[in-house]
């Protein structure tokens, strides 16, 4: 996996993963996400172990306090991603499992401070496994958190957001790959969580293209993978 040049800068590669029903719902309006069988997740893991790191969103630590390591296949804890966390206001909890010593840790966030975000930020910045990069803004700057991520030696990236910041990534053209399982399961409920949410693209011409290049069954369900089309218009 290496770098996509993109407005002549290096980025990690983005490999987007989920494990979704069949409706396309992360979980149920209950915030029920057992989705997944026993092999869907070791493929998961398997994926966790090939990258150089895992990245989320704050929904998803302060949702599901997730460890994001390798722990479902047989591994050491050398083979542990670098944890990467897109958190804007710094809401993330000091005793979240993320920022356990595992493995190391990178906080995203901004350079527009509150008393409250400067007193965590120096109480995180104490941590020796923990990093934190700020970009300008009132949002965490995607394409400069991937260039950094890149100078700093991540060439590889799992994504497992939630919708908000799936659909940022996908809108900013920072993904390269999608891997999806799709689950034998309706959940419905116009308020459970889905793969993509934000804004949404305004038509079809502008939507994210995909190229599907392999599937097969697992769990009971069908595991999809597919390659973002990039400059799709040129392939015309």
């Known amino acids: ?88 206001k710094l809401k993330i909890p000091l005793n979240a499992r993320v920022l356990n010593r595992e493995a190391k840790t990178i906080i995203a966030t901004t350079s527009k401070m509150s008393r409250e975000k400067e007193k965590k930020l120096k109480m995180l910045k104490k941590l020796k496994h923990v990093d934190i990069i700020e970009t300008d803004g009132d949002r965490v700057d995607l394409k400069k958190l991937m260039e950094v991520l890149y100078k700093n030696g991540i060439r590889s990236i799992l994504l497992e957001g939630g919708g908000t910041l ?20 309706i959940f419905g409920g116009k308020n459970a969580p889905t793969y993509v949410d934000g804004e949404g693209f305004k038509s079809v011409e502008e939507c994210v293209k995909l190229k599907l290049e392999r599937y097969y069954l697992m769990d009971g369900g069908i595991v999809l993978e597919f390659e973002v089309v990039k400059n799709p218009d040129k392939n015309k």
């Open 166 to 185: 799936n659909w940022s990534m996908f809108k900013e053209g920072l993904v390269d790959r999608v891997s999806v399982y799709i689950a034998p399961m």
């Open 1 to 88: 996996m290496t770098g996509d040049s993109m407005s002549n800068t290096l980025k990690p590669y983005v490999i987007s993963n989920v494990g979704m029903s069949l409706d396309g719902k992360l979980a149920t309006v209950n915030n029920d996400s057992r989705i997944s069988g026993a092999e869907d997740l070791k493929r998961v893991h398997r994926l966790r172990a090939m990258v150089d790191g895992i990245m989320v969103g704050i929904g998803t630590v302060l949702k599901d306090d997730p460890r994001l390591t390798v722990h479902k296949i047989d591994t050491t804890p050398r083979k542990n991603p670098v944890r990467i966390v897109v958190d804007s």
